[in-house]
């Protein structure tokens, strides 16, 4: 999240804008011959399909390992160093993700080619903080000045720890955190915050988000926990349901990075405020922009 800055999230926004507006034609002039390898050793669905679906419609080619756990090298012990090593050769640019923070970074020292990082553990998630700041600006046309709740796994959730830390890009933000009280905010987060001179509280009630701009509502990441017991406890504590988006504003929107399990009703996904589709649809032009930018 440090290599964004505000200028360059702009850039990036209003590319991802250009390019969403092109001709198909036109998109498929662009990365003509160009190959990405996408690297998983963690499950995904939207992560991998949009940066793949990024990529061919730049005309570009995709080569992919699926769960890189199972079925890649790595079983046999090999180093991500070599694995990068190696990609390097049959790939323009590496999309990874990977359980162990700083995975990504590490293979990125050893190769010439980029590498982007689609997630590592439960550190970051960078691609997808700026697909849903993206979001906000085309969403509510602008990125300043709003009021955003952070809302469900805030400790080992890598979206909403990136997203927090995005904002500190933006101007005026007010930010409410609101997890269970197992996954609370990390103090890296808070204090990157209090740094930069954004102002955040957290809260323990949807009551505290009533007025919000932006509910961005976030998974219980169950992979990270120890064990299924402690898993429970944190589950089930800020469900959005039709009586909380009657409390809430009507110029809102509700975000989020999917999977959802049950902390949103689906009964509330054909209220237009619910944004979390028209989201993960962005996805595939930010991720357009930055493939263009990296490689164009
Ligand atoms: C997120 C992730 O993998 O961190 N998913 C995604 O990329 N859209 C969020 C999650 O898994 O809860």
């Known amino acids: 999240m440090e290599q964004f800055d505000r200028s360059h999230l702009l850039d990036i926004f209003r590319h991802a804008t250009r390019l969403r507006h092109l001709p198909r034609s036109a998109q498929r002039k662009r990365l003509p011959g160009q190959i990405l390898a996408t690297v998983f050793y963690e499950p995904s669905t939207r992560t991998r399909l949009s940066f793949e679906s990024a990529m061919v419609r730049l005309g570009g080619a995709v080569l992919s390992v699926e769960n890189a756990n199972e079925s890649s090298s790595a079983t046999k012990g090999e180093s991500i160093e070599d694995t990068a090593r190696m990609l390097q050769g049959y790939a323009d640019v590496i999309a990874m993700r990977h359980p162990e923070p700083g995975m990504p970074e590490r293979a990125s020292r050893v190769v010439d080619v980029p590498v982007i990082n689609a997630g590592d553990g439960a550190r970051e998630h960078p691609t997808q903080a700026l697909l849903d700041l993206y979001t906000i600006q085309h969403e509510l046309g602008q990125i300043d000045d709003l009021h955003i709740a952070i809302v469900g796994d805030l400790k080992y959730g890598r979206a909403p720890r990136s997203l927090a830390m995005l904002l500190r890009e933006t101007r005026g933000t007010q930010v409410t955190f609101l997890a269970p009280p197992t996954v609370p905010v990390g103090a890296d987060i808070t204090s990157a915050?209090?740094?930069?001179?954004?102002?955040?509280?957290?809260?323990?009630?949807?009551?505290?988000?009533?007025?919000?701009?932006?509910?961005?509502?976030?998974?219980?990441?169950?992979?990270?926990?120890?064990?299924?017991?402690?898993?429970?406890?944190?589950?089930?504590?800020?469900?959005?349901?039709?009586?909380?988006?009657?409390?809430?504003?009507?110029?809102?929107?509700?975000?989020?990075?999917?999977?959802?399990?049950?902390?949103?009703?689906?009964?509330?996904?054909?209220?237009?405020?619910?944004?979390?589709?028209?989201?993960?649809?962005?996805?595939?032009?930010?991720?357009?922009?930055?493939?263009?930018?990296?490689?164009?």
Do not use: C, W
């Not at 409390?247 to 999917?258: A, D, N, Q, T, W």
């Open 193 to 296: 915050l209090t740094e930069a001179g954004v102002s955040f509280r957290e809260a323990s009630s949807f009551d505290a988000i009533a007025g919000a701009d932006v509910i961005y509502q976030t998974r219980i990441q169950r992979e990270r926990f120890a064990d299924q017991a402690s898993y429970e406890k944190s589950r089930g504590y800020y469900v959005i349901d039709q009586t909380v988006m009657d409390g809430l504003k009507r110029e809102s929107i509700v975000l989020h990075p999917l999977p959802r399990v049950d902390e949103i009703d689906p009964a509330i996904d054909e209220d237009p405020r619910a944004a979390y589709f028209r989201q993960a649809e962005n996805g595939v032009y930010v991720r357009m922009a930055l493939l263009d930018e990296l490689l164009g």
